[in-house]
């Protein structure tokens, strides 16, 4: 019959193979897309300037996570580059 099914009102309707892969619901959060070097760049800016205003109006906590995150977006962008 080749891999067509019949079904009560005679219209062919295609098997599913074993071979293929269960369907999943969301395929695009299995691997999240990377950063390219413009929104490195970006970010890079956005941070520096929000660990100034943290400074500034003395939020220290949140300063510090943002300059932890400015350095790695940083070691990410040469990392990169290589």
Known sequence: ???LARTGNWLPMPLRRLEEPPL???PHLDR???MDRMECMLARLFLRRYVTYCA???RYAE???AALLHRDVSEA???SAL
Do not use: A, D, K, S
Request: charge should be positive; avoid cysteine.
């Open 63 to 65: 300063m510090q996570g």
């Open 1 to 3: 019959m080749g891999g």
């Open 77 to 79: 962008l040469r990392v």
């Open 32 to 34: 999240p897309p990377g």
């Open 56 to 58: 500034r109006r003395r």
């Open 24 to 26: 999943t619901i969301n």
